[in-house]
């Protein structure tokens, strides 16, 4: 079983990954371009969260070894508290200023 480091380590990866196709599809289309210290921002946020998120998976592990409805639960219950985590780190982001008006 992996450690807690490997776990956050992977859930902060798999968060920047998925920013940083994201940021990369819309540049493609023109959509909503961010400027360079934007998307440095947002890759950084998903990035906590992702964190927090597989801290979480590493937590949750050994009830997810039991199988059947409560592996299913706890996966939720992850990735509801990486999106929590995402929330508020853009909220607090939001009201300091650094996202602009």
Do not use: H
Request: hydrophobic fraction near 60%; glycine fraction near 8%.
């Amino acid at each position: 079983m992996p450690d807690l480091r490997t776990r956050m380590v992977q859930g902060a990866a798999m968060a920047a990954a998925a920013t940083v196709v994201n940021l990369a599809v819309r540049s493609a289309r023109g959509l909503d371009t961010l400027s360079a210290p934007l998307m440095l921002l947002l890759l950084a946020l998903c990035a906590a969260a992702g964190t927090v998120g597989g801290a979480a998976y590493f937590a949750t592990e050994t009830v997810r070894a039991r199988g059947g409805w409560r592996k299913t639960a706890v996966n939720v219950a992850t990735l509801l508290v990486f999106c929590a985590v995402a929330i508020v780190l853009l909220i607090v982001v939001s009201l300091t200023g650094l996202l602009g008006k």
